[in-house]
């Protein structure tokens, strides 16, 4: 079982930067896969960025790419999510899941643990 906790999230205005970080405990997370997806009020939870677990191959949904970057420290039992020119439709609570395997998903049935969430604001 893995627990996961995100932290960093809070109001920051267009064009700002935020960095999410999720801690992981109970069990390693190195060559698991991680991701991030997240969810805005009245939406459907969509996918954000993912690492692998092996390589540390990325991908990016086509909103964030070029201004988001996923990165995780194995030592740490961390993953994080640098935003950058944050934009108002970025606004949601991001998730960050784990899987129990190495291969980078897209969908959300990929990933086996979830954290609670923080929620990013950007304002116009």
């Known amino acids: 079982q893995v627990q996961l906790v995100e932290s960093g999230g809070g109001l920051v205005q267009t064009g700002g930067s935020l960095r999410l970080s999720c801690a992981a405990s109970?069990?390693?997370?190195?060559?698991?896969?991680m991701a991030w997806f997240r969810q805005a009020p009245g939406k459907d939870r969509e996918f954000v960025a993912t690492?692998?677990?092996?390589?540390?191959?990325?991908d990016y949904s086509d909103s964030v790419k070029g201004r988001f970057t996923i990165s995780r420290d194995d030592a740490k039992n961390t993953v994080d999510l640098q935003m950058n020119l944050l934009k108002p439709e970025d606004t949601a609570v991001y998730y960050c899941?784990?899987?129990?395997?190495?291969?980078?998903?897209?969908?959300?049935?990929?990933?086996?643990?979830w954290g609670q969430g923080t929620h990013v604001s950007v304002s116009s």
């Open positions: 109970g069990r390693a997370i190195g060559g698991s896969a």
């Open positions: 899941a784990s899987s129990r395997y190495g291969l980078a998903y897209t969908s959300a049935r990929g990933y086996n643990y």
């Open positions: 690492i692998s677990g092996i390589g540390g191959s990325t």
